[in-house]
């Protein structure tokens, strides 16, 4: 049963830290999607990458955060500094492209900034 | 105004209830039409795509209508396994990107 991997599950860190968190997209799958999600925004799409390329990182906040595919089995997503509003769930999807409908959901990062 | 507008609920239903959901979005151009569920601390899955011509899926009915901008589920037969919440979902078109609504809330209860 192909999965999308997220880790770490959980994360608690102070402002300031850098916070790294990883993704690995479903085996052939060449579209790679971060996303947040908070109760008062709901789901945010944050960037957006096909074939490893990033397409739409517009959602992003560029000052902090930075999102980059060293290859096709990793994605990654980087705060630095990060600060408690930053304290969400960070989803990353995998799909392949033209098929909106094969976009999986890993399980998420919970990310707690203090 | 936001792309897409959900009532967040919750919808409170016993059992065997039947429950609608709409939304509406605001992007005429959009391409293609969802429904996501989310259990609570759970990722986002798909329910159901949904069709101009409507489709069903067991107790699951989905319908799009493009001229008033509006996506509709109907749930029938409730199941306390229902309980979740329900994200209507568009493809504005252009790529893979999903614009997701906030959410619709519904609790099943004995």
């Known amino acids: 049963d192909a999965r999308v991997t997220q880790t770490p599950r959980h994360k608690v860190t102070e402002m300031g830290q850098e916070v790294t968190m990883r993704c690995q997209p479903i085996?052939?799958?060449?579209?790679v999607f971060w996303y947040r999600q908070t109760m008062m925004q709901g789901l945010e799409l944050l960037a957006y990458?096909?074939?490893?390329?990033?397409?739409?990182d517009s959602g992003m906040p560029k000052d902090r955060f930075s999102a980059e595919m060293p290859d096709a089995t990793l994605a990654t997503l980087k705060i630095q500094p990060s600060e408690p509003r930053d304290s969400a769930v960070y989803f990353c999807a995998s799909g392949l492209p033209g098929f909106p409908e094969t976009q999986y959901f890993g399980p998420g990062t919970r990310l707690l900034v203090l | 105004r936001k792309e897409v507008e959900q009532d967040p609920g919750p919808f409170n239903v016993p059992e065997g209830a039947t429950v609608a959901f709409n939304c509406t979005y605001s992007n005429s151009a959009s391409q293609s039409f969802f429904w996501y569920r989310q259990d609570c601390r759970k990722e986002p899955k798909l329910l159901m795509s949904v069709y101009s011509s409507g489709n069903e899926d067991g107790r699951f009915t989905a319908q799009l209508n493009r001229a008033s901008q509006y996506i509709s589920l109907l749930i029938r037969d409730s199941k306390l396994s229902d309980s979740a919440t329900y994200l209507c979902v568009v493809n504005p078109g252009g790529y893979n990107k999903l614009i997701f609504g906030a959410g619709t809330r519904l609790a099943v209860h004995p």
């Open positions: 990458f096909r074939n490893r390329a990033p397409l739409d």
């Open positions: 085996l052939g799958h060449n579209t």
